[in-house]
């Protein structure tokens, strides 16, 4: 498909669509309508695509993806008959561009399996811009590992909109490599309470432990806790989390579930701990959800500590008696 093609059929979508719709289609929309080999009209709902209605179309993105690619030769051929011309190396450019966002969005996909999605409701002002920004920074050249964090922050932000701030996005394009290798054994290393990541350990024991350096390439545990409370993405504090319902702890040797009841309360009465550790900060919580984490040894350490704080406490504990039971 040549450019002047592409360019047509992205004006006809603007053309037909603007106006008509409640906002205008993004550009990933009018990407996929250029290079698609069948009408793309189904998958904008109320003028905002939802890339889940690109599921089970892998026909459909790989045609894509083929299109891009004969554009793209064609231009290359272009360009050995006329080097110097800056027209095509800026076509050229836009159409990298294209395929890396196209990449990033075909990734998110199977991100999507299974979850229900809530209802598209909002600002439209402040999904536009979400989009614009998400598409700006998925279109540059990024390591694989940011472009999973973007994958997995477009899947979420489909099934409901708004739950990935521009800033989260901002942080994960500025992020150094090197801070994300270190942000990544942090959240290894965490026992998950609840789904929010904490290490238990005391900077002595984290000493101790020394990752795999080529993984993570960084130090100790204690010099990448160090680093991230320097970057202002962890800190120590007393976190609290409630016990109402069994709360469910995951680490390296599977779950865990905790129960906590205390003397004199009904069941069903709102309970609560106070944990201190190293957790993220609030706005860093939201890059720890783009990550899956691979949770290593040090995971079971920290339960065997909060096992032994929540003991100390039964024994220690002036008030009503607590009892703490891990299943």
């Given at each position: 498909m040549e450019i002047t093609t592409a360019k047509a059929a992205t004006e006809k979508l603007v053309s037909t669509l603007d106006g008509a719709l409640d906002c205008k289609p993004t550009g990933l929309s009018r990407l996929l309508l250029a290079y698609s080999p069948e009408p793309i009209r189904a998958l904008l709902e109320k003028g905002r695509l939802r890339i889940r209605n690109l599921q089970h179309k892998e026909l459909l993105l790989e045609n894509v993806f083929q299109n891009i690619l004969k554009t793209k030769n064609a231009l290359i051929d272009k360009s050995k008959e006329n080097s110097i011309d800056p027209l095509l190396r800026l076509q050229l450019e836009q159409l990298e561009k294209e395929y890396r966002l196209l990449c990033t969005v075909q990734k998110a996909l199977p991100m999507l399996c299974g979850e229900e999605s809530f209802e598209r409701s909002g600002d439209k002002d402040t999904d536009s811009l979400w989009w614009d920004l998400f598409e700006d920074l998925a279109s540059r050249?990024?390591?694989?590992?940011?472009?999973?964090?973007?994958?997995?922050?477009?899947?979420?932000?489909?099934?409901?909109?708004?739950?990935?701030?521009?800033?989260?996005?901002?942080?994960?394009?500025?992020?150094?490599?090197?801070?994300f290798g270190v942000?990544?054994?942090?959240?290894?290393?965490?026992?998950?309470?609840?789904?929010?990541?904490?290490?238990l350990l005391e900077p002595e024991e984290q000493y101790s432990f020394v990752p795999d350096i080529n993984e993570y390439q960084s130090g100790n545990l204690a010099f990448?806790?160090?680093?991230?409370?320097?970057?202002?993405?962890?800190?120590?504090?007393?976190?609290?989390?409630?016990?109402?319902?069994?709360?469910?702890?995951?680490?390296?040797?599977?779950?865990?579930?905790?129960?906590?009841?205390?003397?004199?309360?009904?069941?069903?009465?709102?309970?609560?701990?106070?944990?201190?550790?190293?957790?993220?900060t609030d706005h860093c919580l939201d890059i720890c959800r783009l990550y899956e984490s691979s949770p290593n040894i040090v995971t079971d350490r920290n339960l065997q500590i909060l096992k032994e704080l929540l003991n100390e406490e039964e024994v220690l504990s002036n008030g009503p008696k607590s009892t703490y039971k891990f299943v």
């Amino acid at each position: 498909m040549e450019i002047t093609t592409a360019k047509a059929a992205t004006e006809k979508l603007v053309s037909t669509l603007d106006g008509a719709l409640d906002c205008k289609p993004t550009g990933l929309s009018r990407l996929l309508l250029a290079y698609s080999p069948e009408p793309i009209r189904a998958l904008l709902e109320k003028g905002r695509l939802r890339i889940r209605n690109l599921q089970h179309k892998e026909l459909l993105l790989e045609n894509v993806f083929q299109n891009i690619l004969k554009t793209k030769n064609a231009l290359i051929d272009k360009s050995k008959e006329n080097s110097i011309d800056p027209l095509l190396r800026l076509q050229l450019e836009q159409l990298e561009k294209e395929y890396r966002l196209l990449c990033t969005v075909q990734k998110a996909l199977p991100m999507l399996c299974g979850e229900e999605s809530f209802e598209r409701s909002g600002d439209k002002d402040t999904d536009s811009l979400w989009w614009d920004l998400f598409e700006d920074l998925a279109s540059r050249r990024n390591e694989p590992w940011r472009v999973e964090l973007f994958a997995k922050s477009l899947a979420l932000n489909d099934r409901e909109p708004g739950c990935i701030p521009l800033k989260s996005l901002w942080e994960v394009a500025m992020m150094e490599t090197e801070d994300f290798g270190v942000l990544k054994l942090f959240l290894d290393s965490s026992l998950y309470v609840d789904g929010k990541p904490i290490i238990l350990l005391e900077p002595e024991e984290q000493y101790s432990f020394v990752p795999d350096i080529n993984e993570y390439q960084s130090g100790n545990l204690a010099f990448c806790i160090s680093r991230l409370v320097d970057r202002g993405l962890v800190q120590r504090a007393a976190t609290q989390f409630m016990t109402t319902e069994k709360v469910e702890l995951q680490h390296a040797a599977g779950k865990t579930y905790l129960i906590h009841r205390i003397e004199g309360l009904e069941d069903g009465a709102e309970t609560a701990i106070r944990i201190e550790g190293y957790s993220p900060t609030d706005h860093c919580l939201d890059i720890c959800r783009l990550y899956e984490s691979s949770p290593n040894i040090v995971t079971d350490r920290n339960l065997q500590i909060l096992k032994e704080l929540l003991n100390e406490e039964e024994v220690l504990s002036n008030g009503p008696k607590s009892t703490y039971k891990f299943v």
